[in-house]
């Protein structure tokens, strides 16, 4: 399985979002800079959903309005709500972050994710390889994580893709934990890499869910 493959089973996600299909797969070709913006955006239009969804879809244009994160903000309503769990809560604060400190000043323009994550302390890479595992494959598992790792470094962009596409398919589809245990020990068995690891269980996971069925109505 390629990457193609997976984005091709993204259309429900997309749908969901209002997106054009094909979005979120265009994100790969994007710059740096550009594809922690417009990520950064359609996340925080996830987590508008999820809280709405879960609350009062009449409250959803209140909901948009709020921060991304901080006290009174989306991260937080979400956290709540218990919608996400810990990690994929905590990896939605992290991509704030990057977004953050992306707009807030211009000389970021040439954003690099390779030296990004290379210069980053190894404690602190290997956190955001710890949360990338957790949202993707519901383990933090040493050898999992050491995968993640592996692919944050190496593969930056498409790393992050799927971790954040995993974000987005907790938020709008609720996946179950036990469906995703059942597709990661399946996915370790067929696949070395943790990319590959993480198209084969949120393939399963989507399909399983149907093309564009929300987590409600």
């Known amino acids: 399985m390629d990457p193609s493959t997976f984005f091709a089973d993204l259309s429900g996600l997309e749908h969901h979002l209002g997106l054009p299909e094909g979005f979120l797969e265009g994100l790969i070709e994007e710059d740096d800079w550009s594809f922690i913006i417009k990520s950064h955006a359609v996340t925080e239009a996830a987590l508008t959903t999820l809280i709405s969804s879960s609350t009062d879809s009449r409250l959803k244009s209140f909901f948009a309005r709020l921060p991304f994160d901080g006290r009174f903000s989306k991260v937080e309503v979400a956290r709540a709500l218990g919608g996400l769990d810990r990690a994929t809560i905590e990896f939605a604060s992290r991509l704030g972050r990057i977004r953050n400190l992306l707009v807030h000043d211009i000389k970021h323009l040439s954003f690099d994710l390779h030296s990004f994550f290379k210069e980053m302390s190894a404690q602190d890479r290997q956190s955001m390889s710890k949360l990338i595992a957790q949202t993707v494959t519901g383990s933090d598992e040493d ?75």
């Open 143 to 217: 050898g999992l994580v050491s995968l993640a790792e592996e692919a944050l470094i190496g593969q930056p962009k498409l790393t992050l893709a799927v971790a954040i596409s995993a974000l987005h398919a907790h938020a709008l589809f609720g996946i179950d934990p036990n469906e995703q245990q059942r597709a990661l020990d399946r996915a370790k068995q067929a696949a070395p890499g943790f990319i590959l690891i993480a198209i084969l269980i949120l393939v399963a996971a989507l399909g399983s869910k149907g093309p564009g069925t929300p987590v409600a109505a």
